[in-house]
């Protein structure tokens, strides 16, 4: 089994930073790519990044590319998103995900690890 948590969210002003941090623990040797996904009120979830295990390949969705930055911690067993320039619809709840494979898949249906999520909301 692979535990998943995220923290690191909050309330932030538009234009304003935020990193939020995911601890993967129990089985981590099963887990190679890992990734960030987010989920606004009534919609679905949907893929913000993710970095292969060795962080040689990295995807990002165009709405946060130039803003948010992925990198990980193998050591540690942690990945990192840094959001700068936070726009209001950044606001949902972001999910750190990871799976067992090495491409960092931009569809939440490959990851079979999941964590509870933390909120971020970015007022006006």
């Known amino acids: 089994q692979v535990q998943l948590v995220e923290s690191g969210g909050g309330l932030v002003q538009a234009g304003g930073s935020l990193r939020l941090s995911c601890v993967a623990s129990g089985r981590t040797s099963s887990v190679f790519a890992m990734g960030w996904f987010r989920q606004a009120p009534g919609k679905e979830r949907e893929f913000v990044a993710a970095?292969?295990?060795?962080?040689?390949?990295?995807n990002y969705a165009d709405s946060v590319k130039g803003r948010f930055t992925i990198s990980r911690d193998n050591a540690k067993n942690t990945v990192f998103l840094q959001m700068a320039s936070l726009k209001l619809e950044d606001t949902g709840v972001y999910y750190c995900a990871g799976r067992s494979n090495s491409w960092p898949s931009l569809s939440p249906t490959d990851y079979g690890y999941w964590g509870q999520g933390t909120q971020v909301t970015v007022s006006s």
């Open positions: 970095t292969s295990r060795s962080s040689s390949s990295i």
